[in-house]
């Protein structure tokens, strides 16, 4: 009875101590953008960026935009995917075509893919985002 009481105990503990990521880029705006005018150049194509998380004694599985991680801990990456991908594809542009502050600038065609790597005691997911850069004079 007490092993019993013991096991119970454990997997309570590891279910309520655990982490779960759970990250989708969901886009729904609504602001349309007439690009017949010719007021616009496309300043970068295929730019690309990346954010991955590890996680020990769990799963992460993708399904289409979502992209999801159930764990005991995070041991790498902050969990904020989708953000992170973002923020590196906005720093990848930077890098080459100076800052964005003050400019009129708007990301078309964004893609997003999910790399899921699920060994038995760790798991890791990483997002990676491509997306053009148009400019409007």
Do not use: H
């Amino acid at each position: 009875m007490k092993s019993l009481s013991l096991s119970f105990l454990f997997i309570s503990l590891l279910v309520l101590t655990g982490c779960s990521n759970s990250g989708a880029f969901l886009a729904v705006n609504q602001t349309v953008v007439n690009l017949e005018e010719g007021n616009y150049v496309i300043q970068a194509t295929n730019l690309s960026g990346e954010s991955s998380a590890g996680y020990i004694l769990g799963l992460s599985y993708s399904s289409g935009p979502v992209a999801n991680s159930l764990a005991i801990a995070r041991v790498s990456g902050s969990g904020m995917l989708y953000a992170e991908a973002i923020d590196d594809l906005w720093t990848s542009y930077e890098e080459e075509y100076g800052t964005v502050q003050g400019e009129k600038v708007a990301l078309t065609n964004v893609r997003f893919d999910a790399d899921i790597l699920n060994l038995v005691l760790y798991t890791q997911v990483k997002v990676s985002v491509r997306a053009d850069v148009i400019m409007f004079e």
